[in-house]
């Protein structure tokens, strides 16, 4: 497997404010709604807008990560009865984790159909991993995330973007939200 630098243990949170909140922003719901529905969300909150046939949160036991299994894709949805699975090479998986476990989360889904959020950066470590694993990336016109509730909305200058490891999966709705391109697939 390809090695993929884990960042340090400081927070990467708005300039390194040390925003607690900052893992509890979501997605927009017309941009959940454009994505359409995913199999698994391993790194979901209860405010998600995601349509998903799993969500992994924390807050009700969920891991991402499998609750401690070693396999690759393997997750834990939480609740009175937790649900443990793995995805796998068809499995439609949203990935919007937390940046200090963005390169642990990519290597641990990077063999499912997965479309990822994460910022559109080239300085960062995991960009240029990612970069030669999509097949289309869009970036989005409107950037700003909903905040949980009780925090105030700001606006969020750095550009982000959807990384989709399958181009097929990007939608009409998608791209009408976004710019981007499509890379030749290597069939």
């Not at 090479?89 to 984790?97: A, D, G, K, S």
């Not at 970069?131 to 509730?149: G, M």
């Amino acid at each position: 497997m390809t090695e993929l630098a884990q960042p340090s243990k400081k927070r990467n949170v708005r300039g390194k404010s040390g925003d607690v909140t900052r893992d509890a922003w979501v997605t927009r719901k017309p941009l959940a709604e454009a994505i359409g529905r995913v199999h698994v969300d391993p790194f979901s909150n209860p405010y998600s807008h995601i349509i998903a046939d799993r969500a992994c949160m924390i807050e009700d036991g969920g891991d991402g990560f499998g609750g401690g299994r070693p396999d690759p894709g393997s997750y834990k949805v939480g609740g009175k009865f937790p649900l443990y699975g793995t995805a796998d090479e068809n499995t439609l998986t949203f990935i919007q984790p937390g940046y200090s476990f963005t390169p642990k989360a990519l290597l641990h889904y990077q063999h499912t159909r997965y479309i990822a959020l994460l910022r559109f950066d080239p300085r960062v470590d995991w960009f240029k991993w990612l970069y030669t694993r999509v097949q289309a990336i869009r970036v989005l016109w409107d950037a700003s995330f909903e905040p949980p509730p009780g925090v105030e909305a700001s606006s969020n200058s750095f550009p982000h973007a959807l990384y989709y490891r399958d181009a097929r999966d990007v939608t009409d709705a998608v791209r009408a939200l976004t710019f981007g391109w499509t890379k030749k697939r290597k069939d």
